[in-house]
């Protein structure tokens, strides 16, 4: 017999089916295996409710589906995690069901991790996210999933709010630096530097815009600078998770004025992304949810300054 939580995802099922067929249209398991990857076998059983999810970003996905079939609002993450985890005896959640359940899935490269996080935090009415950058290359590479999802028509937020933290212009950076310590090869890299974190910047900027023209998104990106090299990413989204990742050091070779140089860069591709959860059970995590709104929201109000040379 079908537990009550699974019954809502049951219940849910039918809605889009019934919503489909007056379209002439129909939800079959083949058919959102297809568009979702989720074996038959398991969307059978979770359909019959006779087994819980396991993994939930996967049935995340299905019922973004049903509910985009449905007509019915972009699904609450949080909600839905919560109605499938499963409870102690005592009534309090046990470990959580998504990938926060083992460390293995706690760490990913960080533009996947990144990429898979955002695509499905903008499946929320209201979006949300705080970052803190060096280049903006990472996020910009990864909003393009969600922005893509949205144009598919597999999402709609009503409203997205990005906020993004970068170094200053205007600073002597960290990285890239000269490891010679040559200051006019230095001055050169640091000019670079501003022209990919600008690009990037405008890339994140348009595509977002984009969506209020296309589809009457409500969408706010605000840029602010930093007057130091952060040696870290933090990623904040929609009040509930955090992704953090180090900027690992580095030597690399570039030819200036016709010669190779070699200076220190800072990566985050060579690290892996930590993932945290105010929704897991995991007291720890939740707190480092908490610090790093609290801390990411003391240097936007303090010492960051708006970011002219973007717009």
Known sequence: ????????????????????????????????????????????????????????????????????????????????IQLVEPRSNSGAPANHLSGNSTDSALW??????????????????????????????SLSLAAARPVQDIHAGRIRPEKVSLRVLVPSRDIDLAFPVSAQGDHSVSDQLHQRWLMRRNAHAQSLRTALDSLRASHGIDVDVTFRALPFTPVVELYLINGSEALFSYCIAVKREEMIDGRPWEYFDAMTELSLQRRFSSATTDSADAAFVEQSYLWFNSLWETVSTEAMTIN
Do not use: I, Y
Request: proline share 5%; hydrophobic share 45%; aromatic share 6%.
């Open 1 to 80: 017999m079908a537990s009550p939580t699974m019954r809502v995802f049951s219940d849910l099922w039918d809605a889009a089916r019934a919503r489909q067929t007056t379209e002439g249209s129909r939800v079959t398991l083949l058919r959102v295996q297809k568009l979702t990857g989720v074996p038959v076998a398991t969307l059978s059983d979770w359909r019959t409710g006779h087994h819980a999810p396991r993994d939930a970003d996967r049935f995340l996905e299905v019922v973004r589906l049903l509910c985009q079939w449905a007509e019915l609002p972009a699904p609450n993450v949080r909600e839905w």
């Open 108 to 137: 990913t490269t960080s533009m996947v991790g990144l990429a898979d996080r955002l695509s499905l935090g903008f499946s929320a009415p209201h979006v949300e996210v705080d970052a803190l950058c060096l280049t903006g290359q």
